[in-house]
């Protein structure tokens, strides 16, 4: 079975920017997490999706939206990008919460 | 305070050893996640623990819901046990909501 995918990788945005970020779950995962790990703060919850709907969000600001499609694919968008969202995305699945997820390799943001 | 403590947050010890990395935490959960970061950033889940005690090879998991702490050991320990290992609290019910401890950086020396 795949293990979950994000994609990019990697990604290099400019201040003022906007970001789209995509990950895949384990197919027959229904709950996608994603997480921003940073230095500074460590590994942080943004929001759970569960059944195309959001079920649970972390503490950060409104420029930080995602979204779960039916196929349980998820997307994540930050608005007006800032140096201090440069961290590392991380996306997690699980068949149903709050079983064991799964992580994916994340997603390097640099905003410079 | 943070919610979730661990300690020690950096530990270096020879091969062979036996480990212990603790976790305290100060809410009410649904369950706890042990998680295993290898540089480059790929997180591994080794445990979820709701009560009691789990083994998987050379690692063991426990936690004590009463007194609201966790400890993950780790026997005979290898150089390829090297890696931050990551205790996560779930305050979600019937959902994910997860709240991260700092980090255990775990060297394991040959």
């Known amino acids: 079975k795949a293990g979950v995918t994000q994609t990019p990788r990697y990604l290099i945005k400019t201040r003022g920017q906007q970001v789209t970020l995509s990950c895949s779950p384990i197919?027959?995962?229904?709950?996608v997490s994603w997480y921003q790990q940073t230095p500074g703060q460590g590994l942080q919850f943004l929001f759970e999706y569960f059944s195309e709907t959001q079920r649970n969000k972390g503490n950060f600001p409104g420029r930080f939206s995602g979204r779960q499609f039916s196929n349980s694919r998820s997307e994540m968008n930050v608005s007006t990008l800032e140096l201090g969202d440069s961290a590392l995305y991380l996306c997690?699945?699980?068949?149903?919460?709050?079983?064991?997820?799964?992580f994916g390799p994340g997603t390097r943001l640099t905003v410079t | 305070k943070n919610e979730v403590e661990q300690s020690p947050q950096n530990l270096t010890a020879q091969e062979g050893e036996f480990i212990t990395i603790n976790c305290s935490y100060s809410v009410g959960i649904s369950a706890l996640h042990w998680l295993q970061q290898h540089p480059g950033g790929g997180i591994v889940s080794l445990f979820m623990?709701?009560?009691g005690k789990k083994k998987h090879g050379r690692l063991i998991a426990t936690i004590n819901i009463q007194e609201k702490h966790s400890s993950l050991h780790i026997t005979a320990s290898h150089p390829r046990d090297s890696a931050v290992y990551i205790c996560?609290?779930?305050?979600?019910?019937?959902?994910?909501?997860?709240?991260f401890g700092q980090g255990t950086r775990l060297t394991i020396n040959p």
């Open positions: 996560a609290v779930n305050l979600g019910q019937g959902a994910q909501k997860l709240v």
């Open positions: 623990l709701s009560s």
């Open positions: 997690a699945s699980s068949y149903l919460p709050p079983y064991e997820q799964y």
């Open positions: 197919s027959g995962h229904r709950s």
